[in-house]
């Protein structure tokens, strides 16, 4: 019974995917179980068990998911308004299918996408309207390419095309028809696999390595019971309160302090370049990764805006590419367009929100309702008004004074 067999009738095989070894899902398969350059096997259980990993991929996939997307038609006078009549609309805001909701498609195939290269998700139509949207697992997507470069989608033995599948995919430089994309997976293996290699290291040195603070020796051989006699009598000198106060050794005794090597004391710097790493791989900068070694209380802001920018902003246009290819026509793209709403990231900094809004309205920019509509406010009455509120007048209305004689 196939993944898609409620849809569609099966198609027989011609040729195994995993028994040809020109085939993409040969490819992918090999690289699954590539071993990284510090010897340590990275697929996505292990990715997704590392810390920084698991921060970076799940900021990026949920930020994508959580964010309101909307459809907007243009109006004849450039300003848009929400189309939420359109079918497409419910679809990417509410709803995707049945049983997922549109933020949880997103977010799946947000993370196929940033951890293999690819994420797809299929949309099924009635009256060649878009009626729902299904996440795709790559396990059963095969992705085919014909000779002009346009993509095919084979899905449980059916063909789709590009109108038929939401594809999300990091572009691959080393493949003219980029049969897969590059994913975090492959291009960051050798970074992923040290972030693991340390974190077993440090396990390790405190499970298996664990060092006594401290060596006391005296001369000649002691038996078991002076051996643990003067190990009790040194316990009790200086542990506890009594830690710091000073030792007396007889009978040519000697106290020898253990101190972490050179190296073992790099640990924690190893482990933070493993997490800049991550961070310059998928441009989540390293404070949202808990990283705060460089953090201040300006550039704070200051890096939220640069992940807004260069890092979630990619992925927001890719959704909103895909969505306008496959719940448009090409009629309706002419004068419809998805758009996520980012203000929701920026709540943060309401002292600047603030000042920019206030800037707006004194520029007649905003009127009150188009600043209460970003706050989500209710309009008032005599809010459509665009003017000036510190302007309690008119500035010069040429008329003169009542009691000026004519």
């Not at 690819?118 to 060649?128: W, Y």
């Not at 396990?139 to 594809?167: A, C, F, M, N, W």
Request: hydrophobic content about 40%.
């Amino acid at each position: 019974m196939g993944w898609f067999s409620r849809k569609s009738a099966p198609v027989a095989e011609v040729k195994s995917e995993l028994t040809d070894p020109t085939s993409d899902s040969w490819a992918a398969l090999c690289d699954a179980f590539a071993v990284s350059a510090s010897g340590v096997s990275v697929n996505a259980d292990s990715a997704m068990r590392c810390a920084p990993v698991n921060a970076a991929v799940s900021i990026l996939s949920e930020s994508t998911a959580t964010l309101p997307c909307r459809l907007l038609r243009d109006d004849a006078n450039d300003s848009e308004r929400a189309a939420k009549g359109h079918p497409a609309y419910s679809l990417v805001n509410g709803f995707s299918n049945e049983w997922s909701s549109a933020a949880d498609v997103r977010r799946r195939v947000t993370q196929d996408a940033i951890l293999f290269g690819d994420g797809f998700a299929l949309v099924t139509r009635t009256a060649d309207r878009p009626a729902e949207i299904l996440y795709a697992p790559r396990s059963v997507v095969v992705l085919e390419y014909q000779t002009d470069g346009e993509p095919r989608y084979r899905i449980d033995g059916k063909v789709y095309g590009p109108r038929d599948v939401i594809h999300l995919q990091v572009p691959n430089p080393n493949d003219p028809l980029q049969q897969r994309g590059l994913g975090l997976l492959h291009t960051g293996r050798d970074a992923i696999g040290l972030a693991i290699l340390l974190e077993r290291s440090s396990s390790n040195l405190f499970r298996n390595n664990s060092k006594p603070s401290g060596v006391l020796s005296v001369k000649g051989s002691l038996n078991a019971t002076a051996a643990a006699r003067m190990a009790t009598a040194w316990r009790s000198a200086h542990s506890g309160d009594k830690a710091g106060s000073v030792a007396i050794i007889d009978n040519d005794g000697s106290y020898t302090p253990i101190n972490f090597t050179s190296v073992d004391s790099q640990t924690v710097e190893q482990r933070a370049y493993a997490v800049s790493e991550i961070s310059r791989l998928t441009r989540v900068p390293a404070t949202l990764l808990s990283d705060m070694s460089r953090a201040t209380w300006s550039n704070s802001v200051q890096l939220d805006l640069q992940f807004i920018k260069y890092g979630l902003q990619p992925w927001l246009r890719a959704w909103c590419d895909a969505y306008a290819r496959c719940l448009l026509s090409p009629d309706e793209r002419t004068a419809m367009h998805f758009e996520f709403d980012m203000s929701q990231l920026l709540l943060a900094d309401t002292v600047a929100r603030a000042n920019a809004f206030a800037q707006y309205r004194s520029a007649g920019v905003m009127t009150a309702n188009d600043v209460r509509r970003e706050l989500n406010l209710p309009p008032l009455p005599d809010g459509d008004v665009l003017a000036s509120p510190h302007v309690q007048s008119p500035a010069n209305d040429n008329q003169p004074p009542k009691d000026q004689a004519a």
